[in-house]
Nanobody, 127 residues
Framework: QVQLVESGGGLVQAGGSLRLSCAAS????????MGWFRQAPGKEREFVAA????????FYADSVKGRFTISRVNAKNTVYLQMNSLKPEDTAVYYC????????????????????WGQGTQVTVSS
């Protein structure tokens, strides 16, 4: 069973940048499609970005497209989320998630499609 640990969250001013990392242990990350979700207080968990097991396909929520970049280094068993031009509405707990690689995955944006979750890292963007 894969274990995921997020890091890199913090407090940043609007317009700033952060890079989140998600380190996996117990199983090679190369066997898994990966995603980032976020959850703000009082709101449902929402999709942010996803990347296929080999990194060849990436997907983004419209709200972050052009500002966030998901990437992975399987040799380091790590997935990243580079967040630029941050806005106060990006404030949330960010979760890393994984699911066994599926070349015909029909849906990348539903939390129900992912089996493994990290504990989350807080991102706060001040105005």
């Amino acid at each position: 069973q894969v274990q995921l640990v997020e890091s890199g969250g913090g407090l940043v001013q609007a317009g700033g940048s952060l890079r989140l990392s998600c380190a996996a242990s117990r199983l090679p990350l190369s066997n898994y499609d990966m995603g980032w979700f976020r959850q703000a207080p009082g709101k449902e968990r929402e999709f942010v970005a996803a990347i296929s097991w080999g990194g060849g396909s990436t997907f983004y929520a419209d709200s972050v497209k052009g500002r966030f970049t998901i990437s992975r280094v399987n040799a380091k068993n790590t997935v990243y989320l580079q967040m630029n031009s941050l806005k106060p509405e990006d404030t949330a707990v960010y979760y890393c998630t994984a699911d066994l690689a599926n070349s015909v995955r029909p849906n990348w944006s539903s939390p129900k499609d992912y089996d493994y979750w990290g504990q989350g890292t807080q991102v706060t963007v001040s105005s």
